[in-house]
C-alpha cells in the first residue's frame, strides 16, 4: 500500500462506518448481539408506542417484499381492529428480524428499527462506538484543509449520529458535515451516488468515497466519484482483480491532500 494523492477536484470525502471507520468487531460482536438479546424485550415495551408501530409497519413492508425469498420469515398484517395477539406478532416481527440478521442484510427497515434499539444503550452509556486510531486525527485535518466529510452507511441516519456522538474518542458528531444513509438508495446503486452528489450540491467527481466494499466502490466509480478500498484489520479478502483495480490505503493516513503535497 503506498500514498494515495487525492485529486485536486476533490472537497468532499465520503466514509463509509463498518470497516473504514469503524471495526467490524464492534458491529459485529457488540451492536448486532445488542439487537438480537434485547428485540424481544424491546418490542414488548415500546409495542404500544407510534415509533415502535411505524418500525414495525416498515418490516412488515419488507416482509411482504421479501416474501419470495428463501426462508423467508413473514409478518402478518395487522388486522386493524386491535383485535391481534401482540405477543403472537411481536413472536414474527423477532423472527424476521433474526432472519434478516442472519443474512446481514440491509434493510431500511432492519436498520431503522436497530438505531431505535441502539439509542437507549449508547444514550445511557452502555456503549462507546469504537474508531480506527487515524480516523479522528485524519478528518480534522481534512476539515483544516477545508475539504467537507459526509458519512454514508446502511446504517441508519440516527445510528449514525449515535456512533459519533458516544465514541471512545467522545462527542465528534461536529466534525461530520452531513449523514446519508439507504434512504437515498442502496450503496452497491450507481444512482445513490449521484443522488448524494446532488444533495451536497456538488459534482459527482468531486467526491471521493472510502469504503471496504468493492461493489459499494464500483458502484460510486460507475457514477465517476473517485474511490479508495480501505484495508483494515477483520475486513473481508479483496480478489486480486479487486486489488489491482482499486487505489487501496490501510489508514486514513494514506491519503495525501493536494495542499499537503
Ligand atoms: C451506524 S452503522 C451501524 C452498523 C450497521 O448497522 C451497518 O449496516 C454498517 O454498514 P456500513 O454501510 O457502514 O458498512
Ligand atoms: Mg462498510
Not at 26 to 51: A, G, M, R, S
Not at 72 to 88: E, F, L, Q, R
Request: with cysteine; net charge negative.
Amino acid at each position: 500500500m503506498v500514498v494515495l494523492s487525492v485529486p485536486a477536484e476533490v472537497s468532499v470525502i465520503l466514509l463509509d462506518i463498518e470497516g473504514t471507520t469503524t471495526p467490524i468487531a464492534f458491529v459485529k460482536d457488540i451492536l448486532f448481539p445488542y439487537v438480537k438479546e434485547n428485540v424481544k424485550e424491546y418490542l414488548q415495551t415500546h409495542w404500544e408506542e407510534e415509533e415502535c408501530q411505524q418500525d414495525v409497519n416498515l418490516l412488515r413492508k419488507q416482509a411482504e417484499e421479501d416474501s419470495h425469498l428463501d426462508g423467508a420469515v413473514p409478518i402478518p398484517a395487522a388486522s386493524g381492529n386491535g383485535a391481534d395477539d401482540p405477543h403472537w406478532m411481536i413472536q414474527a416481527v423477532v423472527d424476521n428480524v433474526y432472519w434478516q440478521m442472519s443474512l446481514d442484510r440491509k434493510t431500511t427497515a432492519l436498520k431503522q428499527l436497530q438505531g431505535h434499539m441502539w439509542r437507549a444503550a449508547f444514550k445511557a452509556g452502555h456503549m462507546k462506538a469504537e474508531f480506527f486510531e487515524d480516523v479522528v486525527p485524519a478528518i480534522r485535518k481534512w476539515r483544516e484543509a477545508g475539504m467537507k466529510v459526509y458519512i454514508y452507511s446502511s446504517g441508519s441516519v440516527e445510528a449514525q449520529k449515535l456512533l459519533f456522538g458516544h465514541s471512545t474518542e467522545g462527542d465528534i458528531l461536529e466534525l461530520v458535515d452531513g449523514h446519508f444513509d439507504t434512504r437515498i438508495g442502496h450503496k452497491v446503486e450507481s444512482e445513490s451516488y449521484r443522488k448524494i452528489a446532488s444533495s451536497i450540491g456538488c459534482s459527482t467527481n468531486n467526491i471521493l468515497f472510502l469504503t471496504d466494499v468493492s461493489r459499494e466502490a464500483s458502484a460510486a466509480e460507475e457514477a465517476a466519484v473517485h474511490v479508495a478500498v480501505v484495508v483494515r484489520p477483520g475486513n473481508a479478502g479483496l480478489t486480486d482483480d479487486e486489488k489491482s483495480h482499486f487505489s487501496l490505503i490501510a489508514s486514513f493516513s494514506d491519503l495525501c491532500l493536494p495542499s499537503s503535497t
